[in-house]
């Protein structure tokens, strides 16, 4: 019996290594039916989002006769769509971005450290397993939590940072971003005058 326990402890090990990689978070769970000849059969959809917390999401549906089933198909749907989304200070949004999906319309804006994430329901699944700790969302138009998760990654997948917009403009960084040492100084200035 201690055999086997030793053989399996190295499968159960390698599981361990694989959970801290990514979270996971059941965000709904929904009862399907499909009527036959004989009746009607049940089973259960699953909607799960998956992320490893450093800027990395994604979400997935898996569909069977049992609850655990759904859940795992969903996980590993969720696992192989997979997007990277560049985070400024890897806590909040570069800058404020609409996202869209069919009726359901979000908006997400940049917050400074200690807002944590003010999100609804299915959104706040995403920001938590992305990684990000202050973020303001709203949710407008469906409620529906496959358009909100979708239209969410959309306007993720539009967020770019200065790295790469320097980049694609051929600049430097320093170049692209606002001086922060300039605003003080001038409202300085405009003290002493007055």
């Not at 259960?44 to 609850?67: H, I, N, T, Y």
């Not at 944590?116 to 303001?136: H, N, S, T, Y």
């Not at 909100?148 to 770019?160: E, F, H, P, V, Y």
Request: proline share 5%; net charge positive; hydrophobic share 35%.
């Amino acid at each position: 019996m201690a055999r086997d326990d030793n053989r399996g402890g190295r499968g159960g090990r390698r599981d361990r290594d694989e959970n801290p990689e990514f979270a996971d978070r059941l965000v709904a769970i929904n009862r399907v039916s499909k009527t036959v000849k004989g009746g009607k059969r049940f089973g259960f959809a699953a909607l799960v989002v998956v992320g490893d917390q450093r800027g990395r999401v994604g979400f997935g549906k898996g569909k069977a006769k049992e609850v655990p089933e759904a859940i795992r198909k969903g996980t590993e749907a969720a696992k192989r769509n997979m997007i990277r989304v560049p985070l400024r200070d890897g806590r909040t949004l570069h800058h404020d971005v609409n996202g869209r999906h069919g009726a359901g319309k979000v908006v997400m804006r940049t917050a400074p450290q200690g807002t944590g994430i003010i999100a609804g329901g299915p959104m706040r699944a995403v920001f938590e397993m992305l990684g990000v700790q202050d973020v303001v969302a709203k949710s407008n138009g469906s409620q529906n939590p496959y358009n909100m998760i979708r239209a969410t990654l959309d306007g993720l997948q539009n967020q770019s940072s200065p790295r790469s917009v320097a980049q694609r403009r051929g600049k430097k960084v320093a170049d692209i971003l606002p001086k922060r040492d300039e605003a003080p100084e001038a409202s300085a200035q405009v003290a002493e005058e007055s």
